[in-house]
């Protein structure tokens, strides 16, 4: 008696939480577990680190510092075992990706087309962490993909199951079917900073891009560019992309989406690239080189170089590309890139594009330039972007002029590294195509990487992470 | 049986309950007053009569109390008539008032009063000789035996300290207790005897409180070292428990006593056995879990070892458990107390010493001059016809040299403390009383640390009847503190050491703070300048606690008492922090505010039946308990930003930036109970069983049983050794029993969804997964036998041995899962770790007289091992691993393999299979081959080392002549192993130009040419091969020896009675070979003691000057 009088429990369930139970019997409350898939995206575990991963190995950029997360062993190919980025990132994916079990394994497919929709984002979501790993932690796939190893490919919620990793192509057929799937289930149009249809397919023509797939990338990228849901933004708005809230920008269709209060400030991917954050990477002298030969290039812009000012003017100095003087740190020239900065006006915000049109025009670009008999179609493509950019006239190619260049897969991988760069493709570019990766910008002193990086170097990707073989020693070390 | 108990949680909660355990509360209290009330018309007697005859007194007293007077008319009128005034006097006090001049005396016999003449034969005859026993402070001593020289006859005091037994004239009758010096005294005729027995320090005998009881320390039969008043002010002054505990209790290893004012250093009792479950022990205030108490305020600490002492506290004290009793009035004068103190302390940088300008400079050029010879070499073009000087220029330009800011120096300062606490305690015959108050104000000195605090404290007791009595405690704190806003790479610590001697702290004017964000150089690797940024900051914490205890303690009948003890408690803080919008963290927020605050309910009520029975040479005693524990904490907290320069509330920033807030609801019900008993007071025994459910533990196992048993035998008391008169105590103790730990986070069993802002995406919410459901989740249970042996001789020689073996059971383990299970961990009962170990205790006079010497020693030797884990299974913990078969905090990593003699490479070692491929120590097996590589990732990784030191302890001499006594206490610690990890970034061989070095440590050889050996390979600038990656090469021996506090202490006896005045020195020396700033780190995180960022804030020496006063 006197313990009902004073209600002694013995049991209390969380202020901020919901049984199982509770969840999967209501629609709405489904809604929240696939929100809660994009808020992985969203952690500075999974978006920086994906970031930094992608973007460090290639030749846009100089850092003049190393840092203690080791992203810096990313940009000098010295990889460790115990990468703490490499280890953040894997698993951070892989909760997501459990997360998108969930959901994919409680909804049926005579559900409502409401719920249908987020099994359908579930499986875009699974599709797109996977491809994520694959990307960073395997070789490319044009490198023997029956033989080298992929990721772990993970399609349930047993915590038990702790598989091995896949081969390269099993992992990309995995994704490609997630993918189909994924498209077939989605009928609403929500904003680009979900997944619908479209978001699928473009993800898909990047993917047979990658595997080589040519005719595929050119369908799935028409699928897109003809649902009429996306436009390239104006040449004389492109100067301001990053600046323009996903939703209110009609070119980009599919972003992650941070908003102000959720900005990491200098703890963001921003703040190492501009003079608002810790401004310690900066824009590199190669690719300075290639964008400052058309000085009209609608997308130097995107470049915010620290100039000198003497009494108020900038100093001429022409063996700078910007024709000033620019101020220097450990031997850099010290030009910022805004592309992930000032969105809504504000200083270091941004969420980040993973995928936009523009990548469209130039994934068909790279698969007619790899048709024998449709590589004239590709120059058209290339053009698209470069007049969208501001340039015209005999800045444009044709397929008589490639100005130089010696074959139409160098002109798009070209302009790829232009309108592409610091999103993440360019190391990918070079590796995928089998091409070396230039690094004689770097300066001499202090730099202990390589000046050059082949495509079949052991160590154009990371170790797995050495703490999650410990955990599942099904696992394969990369050689 | 139904006890009663204050749910103040309902109060909020429910009106109609509230009335309804109102009312029950109210007739529970009303029914003891009664029945109090009835007992006392019973006893005790009112008398106002004037000059009356004796047999009129008799009427009157039977009419009274009942009992009847038996006598002979005749005999009765040779007494006189006679005036007695009493009011609620004892019959025995007015039958003895009433007879004093009579030439009559009286028997008791049953509800009879006989009178008879006390004729001159009585005189031969045995006298009742009554008296009460008190110490020199005037309080009753129970259990002193009064014997008959020359005769067996023996009596011993009261509770009340009151005995009585038959004496013939010219009896020498002898008062002895443990503890005090024996008296002798010739009985002439006196009835009512006053005995004061003065402390007889030498034997060191004290009443123990034991939690939920007090007994004398002969009478126990488990493992505790109590730490009293006096004891527990010598050494260190601070405003933290444990940092006052170091030392001075074997088997307590306090750790960490960091220089920060306001840290609380670690304390882990006899070795840790946990995994996941934390390794605090449990602290018990005034019979109560839980509460807290200011240091000044603290009258003893006992501190319980084994499963005897701490079963009854059974399912949260796997841990040890320490009893905490504050002080209390005593009846009589009012006694007023004041202590104060004030010092300085001085920063300690140990034997760590950053590089100056100039020495920097050097090391650099070194590396850089290495790396151009590489490159020279290697025939790079780039420095084909360059020179080394005109290169190195360019990487560092000379100019560097014009500034030398050495941070070390500039980032300390001479702090301050000050200590005052004042108190009254007193009372009269019914109620006592203590109030204590306490200011506490200490400066770091880092830049920026400072500490206030204030502490209050009313201890209230009163004997509401004979039989019924109330306490009230209270007890309130204040705290506030700021806190270093810059976290991580930019933390003051961090900039103590890494920040470069190069950059400027000044502009040129030598006032202004130079802004590192402006253009210009800075080559720190962080971008931080405090003087700059402290401008543009402030952040404050403040926290505030109280409790108050209500207590009611009934005795039922002289063998029989009920007690209840009903605590809540109120724990709140509140933190805000403002950057403005200058501060380079919220510039492109243009400001921000973040404002929090938290707050704990927390109720407990405590209730015991108490048994205490003597039948002949048998004393048994037992509790009988319940104790419900409930435990609420809700939190809140906003953000805003855009605020103007000036302001510091929410509503003053321009746009919200985000909300938070959570609960958590904890609950605990628990039935026990005990026996004591015990034999000639010679053989011990004791027994408890208590059975604990916690809303914590998964639905299939709430609830578990935990048991004790012990026993103890005092030797010394057996016949044959009886006479041996230099033995004061032999005593033999053994224990057995089980105890459990449930220090975990709540809900951990349940699989269910969380909603949390960082689940939310494009401002709507979003729920993830929280955690794998356990619902088998349970206690974690530690077993526990412990074997001891006391041994007291001469008066002056005192050691205690102890042997014990804790073997933790269902280990509540955070177990790490591979991401594909899609959590990180899952919280489960897996393993056991075992600690076995010896204390020993001794205490021993050295000389006594005028000039006194005594020395306290302790020692604690502990091992520890993993005997089981989840399947055999490692786990990994960062740079260490838990593994079967080792101890708990093992150091896994990359095994050092010294430099190469002939290139200056780092070397590792690596391990093989037969076939050439790498094993790892994980992998469990033997291998093949053992290598040297320059390769860091083709390293094996290897079980290098335990954390855990070989023995800890503690040295305490005392010396006293006449009123000045000298006091030196002093602490060891042998072979612990610490991972100096912020080594990596501060001796690191040449790879970062952006970060300070240290100096070498005496023993370190760097290597210029080939042949040398060396302990540190190659400088070159861009880094040596991963050289400075983590692995053995940073671990250290850091043994020590510090003499932690000297104590020198002037009472006056003559000019200012009262009066004494003290200087102390804390942490006056450490010795050492560790390399870095202070080897007392928290043993089991090593490595997070000493952060690869920031420089360990070392305990920091204190001089004091300090006045105690009594009056």
């Known amino acids: 008696m006197f313990l009902a009088l004073t209600g002694c429990e013995l049991e209390y369930s969380p202020a901020d939480e919901l049984s199982n139970e509770q969840i999967t019997e209501s629609p709405d409350l489904l809604g929240n577990i696939t929100n809660g898939i994009y808020s992985r995206l969203r952690e500075s575990k999974y978006d920086k680190s994906r970031h930094f991963l992608q973007e460090l190995p290639g030749d846009e950029l100089a850092w003049c510092k190393t840092s203690g997360d080791h992203l810096s062993n990313s940009y000098t190919y010295n990889h460790l075992v115990n990468s703490s980025a490499c280890l953040q990132f894997w698993q951070q994916a892989y909760y997501g990706i459990y997360q998108a ?75 490609v079917s997630d993918l189909l799937q994924a498209a077939a289930l989605m009928t609403e149009d929500k904003s680009n900073v979900f997944a619908s249809k479209e978001v699928a397919w473009a993800l898909l023509a990047r993917i047979y891009l990658y595997m080589e797939q040519n005719d595929k990338a050119i369908e799935y990228a028409d699928k897109v560019i003809n649902s009429g849901r996306y436009e390239l933004v104006k040449t004389a708005d492109l100067g301001r992309y990053p600046t323009l809230s996903p939703e209110n920008n009609p070119e980009t269709i599919f972003a992650i989406k941070r908003l102000p209060s959720e900005n990491l400030g200098k703890s963001g991917i921003g703040s190492l690239y501009t003079r608002e954050g810790w401004g310690e990477i900066f824009v590199s002298k190669t690719f300075l080189q290639l964008i400052y030969k058309n000085s009209n290039d609608q997308r130097i812009k995107f470049i915010d170089p620290d100039f000198v000012y003497l009494d108020g003017k900038k100093v001429p100095d022409p063996t700078e590309e910007s024709g000033y003087k620019v101020n220097k740190r450990e031997g850099y020239s010290k030009y910022f890139n805004l592309k992930y900065t000032f969105q809504d006006g504000i200083a270091l915000l941004s969420s980040p594009v993973v995928l936009r049109l523009a990548e469209m025009y130039l994934i068909k670009a790279e698969a007619f330039a790899k048709i024998p008999a449709q590589q004239t179609n590709a120059i058209a493509m290339v053009n698209i972007i470069r007049i969208r950019a501001g340039l015209s006239g005999s800045q444009l190619f044709t397929n008589s002029d490639l100005k130089g260049y010696n074959s139409i897969l160098e002109v798009v991988l070209d302009e790829r590294r232009l309108e592409l760069a610091w999103e993440g493709h360019r190391a990918f570019d070079l590796f995928r195509n089998n091409l070396p990766l230039d690094r004689s910008f ?36 990369n050689p | 049986m139904k006890f009663c108990y204050l749910n103040l949680d309902k109060i909020f909660y429910s009106n109609r309950k509230i009335l309804l355990i109102m009312k029950f509360n109210f007739i529970f209290i009303f029914l003891f007053i009664l029945n109090a009330r009835a007992e006392c018309s019973l006893e005790n007697i009112t008398l106002s009569q004037q000059n009356v005859s004796l047999e009129k007194v008799f009427k009157e007293i039977e009419i009274q109390s009942g009992y009847e007077f038996l006598y002979n008319s005749a005999l009765i009128k040779q007494a006189t008539a006679l005036s007695i005034n009493v009011k609620d006097v004892s019959l025995e006090g007015v039958l003895n008032l009433s007879f004093r001049d009579q030439p009559l005396t009286y028997i008791i016999e049953e509800k009879k009063i006989v009178v008879k003449e006390s004729n001159v034969l009585q005189l031969s005859q045995p006298a009742l ?135 609380a250093a670690n304390i882990v009792i006899r070795g840790v056995g946990s995994i996941g479950a934390g390794y605090s022990p449990l602290y018990v205030v005034d019979g109560i879990i839980g509460g807290s108490a200011d240091p000044s305020d603290i009258s003893s600490i006992t501190v319980l070892k084994d499963a005897a002492a701490t079963g009854l506290y059974g399912s949260r004290a796997a841990n040890g458990v320490i009893v905490i009793t504050t002080k209390s009035g005593q009846s009589g004068r009012t006694k007023i107390n004041y202590a104060g103190s004030v010092g300085i302390s001085e920063h300690q940088q140990g034997n760590l010493s950053m590089m100056n300008s100039r020495e920097l400079y050097e090391n650099r050029k070194i590396a850089g001059l290495n790396y151009y010879n590489d490159q020279v070499g290697l025939e790079n073009p780039a420095f084909i016809g360059k020179n080394f000087d005109e290169y190195f220029e360019n990487t560092v330009p000379s100019s560097v040299l014009n500034t030398d800011s050495y941070w070390p120096t500039l980032l300390t300062r001479t702090g301050y403390l000050n200590k005052h606490h004042l108190s009254i305690s007193g009372g009269g015959q019914q109620t006592t009383f203590y109030l204590g108050g306490n200011v506490y104000s200490e400066q770091g000195t880092l830049v920026g640390e400072k500490f206030n605090s204030l502490n209050l404290r009313g201890n209230v007791k009163h004997q509401i009847s004979e039989k019924l009595a109330v306490s009230w405690r209270v007890n309130t704190g204040f705290q506030k503190y700021p806190n270093d806003p810059q976290s991580g790479q930019e933390a003051v610590t961090v900039q103590y050491s890494t920040n470069m001697p190069w950059d400027p702290i000044y502009e040129a004017d030598g006032s202004t703070p130079y802004n590192p964000y402006k253009s210009g150089p800075w080559y720190g690797n962080n971008k931080a300048n405090y003087f700059y940024d402290s401008e543009h900051y402030n952040d404050l914490s403040k926290e505030l606690n109280f409790n108050t205890d209500l207590q009611l303690d009934y005795q039922i009948t002289d063998w029989l008492s009920f007690s209840t003890s009903n605590r809540w408690s109120f724990d709140g803080s509140d933190r805000s922090q403002l950057l403005d919008k200058y501060h380079f963290q919220a510039d492109f927020d243009d400001g921000r505010l973040s404002q929090n605050t938290s707050y704990t309910n927390t109720l407990l009520s405590s209730n015991l039946l108490k048994i205490n029975h003597t039948l002949g040479d048998n004393n048994f005693s037992a509790i009988l308990g319940h104790e419900y524990n409930y435990n609420k904490a809700s939190n809140m907290g906003a953000t805003g930003v855009d605020i103007p320069i000036g302001l510091d509330v929410l509503n003053a920033t321009g746009s919200p930036q985000s909300v938070s807030g959570g609960r958590t609801e904890t609950d605990f019900l628990s039935y026990f109970g005990q026996i004591d008993y015990n034999y000639l007071n010679r053989y011990f025994l004791v027994g408890s069983v208590r059975r ?194 080792r101890p708990l905090r093992f150091l896994y990593m990359k095994d050092w393999a010294g430099v190469d003699p002939q290139t200056g490479d780092p070397q590792w070692v690596r391990w093989e299979d037969i076939d050439g491929n790498i094993i790892h120590g994980a992998d469990k097996k033997e291998p093949a081959s053992i290598l040297k590589t320059n390769d860091y990732n083709q390293a094996s990784n290897l079980f290098v080392g335990s954390a855990y030191p070989d023995f800890t302890g503690g040295i305490r001499n005392d010396f006293s002549y006449k009123n000045l006594s000298l006091s030196i206490l002093c602490n060891f610690v042998s072979g612990q192993t610490i991972n100096f990890a912020q080594r990596t970034h501060i001796d690191d061989d040449g790879t970062v130009l952006s970060k300070n ?115």
């Open chain 1, 101 to 175: 079990n969930r959901v994919i394994e409680s909804v049926d497919d005579n559900a409502s087309e409401e719920i249908l929709q987020l099994k359908g984002e579930s499986l875009f979501l699974r599709a797109l962490m996977h491809y994520d790993l694959v990307r960073i932690f395997s070789r490319p796939y044009s490198q023997n993909p029956e033989q080298n190893l992929g990721v772990m490919i993970k399609d349930n919620t047993d915590g038990n199951n702790l598989p091995a990793r896949s081969t390269v192509k099993q992992t990309y057929d995995f994704i």
């Open chain 2, 129 to 263: 000789v009554k008296g009460e026993i008190t110490d020199d402070k005037g309080e009753p001593l129970f259990g002193v035996t009064v014997s008959i020289k020359g005769t067996t006859k023996a009596v011993k005091t009261n509770e009340s300290g009151l005995f009585s037994i038959e004496a013939n004239s010219g009896d020498v009758l002898i008062f002895s207790s443990i503890g005090f010096l024996t008296q002798q005294l010739t009985y002439s005729s006196q009835t009512v005897l006053k005995i004061i027995l003065q402390t007889d320090d030498t034997t060191m005998e004290e009443v123990v409180v034991v939690g939920y009881s007090a007994k004398k320390q002969s009478e126990l039969s488990s493992s505790v070292t109590v730490v009293g008043e006096q004891e527990l002010q010598k050494g260190v002054t601070s405003g933290d428990l444990g940092t006052m505990l170091q030392g001075k209790v074997p088997g307590l290893v306090v750790s960490n006593a960091s220089g920060h004012p306001q840290r």
């Open chain 2, 692 to 885: 604990d459910a916690s809303s914590l533990f998964g639905v299939n196992n709430k609830w578990s049983t935990f048991y004790s048993a012990g026993a103890s035998w005092i030797i010394n008391k057996e016949n044959f050794l009886k006479d041996v008169s230099w033995i004061d105590l032999l005593k033999a103790r053994l224990s057995y029993g089980t105890t459990g730990n449930a220090n975990i986070a709540p809900y951990l069993s349940l699989g269910t969804y969380a909603f949390d802002i960082d689940n939310t995406y494009n401002g709507v919410s979003g729920a993830r997964p929280a955690r794998l459901a356990n619902p088998d989740l349970t206690w974690e249970t530690a077993y526990t036998t412990n074997v001891g042996l006391e041994l007291s001789v001469f008066n002056r020689i005192k050691l205690e041995l102890d042997f014990y073996n804790r073997d933790n059971k269902d280990l509540l383990q955070d177990v790490p899962l591979s991401a594909a299970s899609g959590f990180p961990s899952q919280q489960r009962n897996v393993g056991s770790v075992r600690n076995r170990g010896i204390d020993v205790n001794l205490t021993t006079v050295n000389l006594q007289g005028d000039f006194r010497w005594e020395t306290n020693f302790n020692v604690n030797v502990n091992k520890n091992k993993v005997l089981a884990l989840n399947q055999g299974q490692d786990i990994a913990d960062g740079t260490m691993r838990i593994s079967e078969g």
């Open chain 2, 997 to 1111: 070095q240290m100096n070498p440590h005496k023993d370190w050889v760097r290597w210029e040419k080939p042949g040398d050996i060396a302990t540190h390979p190659r400088l070159v600038l861009g880094g040596n091969l991963n050289s400075n990656q983590p692995s053995s090469r940073y671990l250290e021996d850091a043994s020590y020896f510090r003499i932690q506090n000297v104590t020198l202490n002037y009472t006056f006896s003559t000019f200012f009675p009262g009066l004494s005045v003290y200087a102390r020195v804390d942490n006056l020396a450490v010795f050492t070979n560790y390399s870095g700033s202070d080897p007392d780190v928290n043993i089991e995180s090593p490595v997070t003691g000493q952060d690869k960022w920031g420089a360990n804030y070392g305990a920091t020496r204190k001089v004091i000057f300090g006045v105690n006063l009594n009056l």
């Open chain 1, 442 to 477: 770097t300066n001499n002193e202090g730099w202990s990487g390589q000046k050059k990086i082949l495509p079949t170097a052991d160590r154009i990707i990371p170790y797995i992470p050495e703490t999650e073989i410990t955990l599942n020693p099904k696992l394969k070390q």
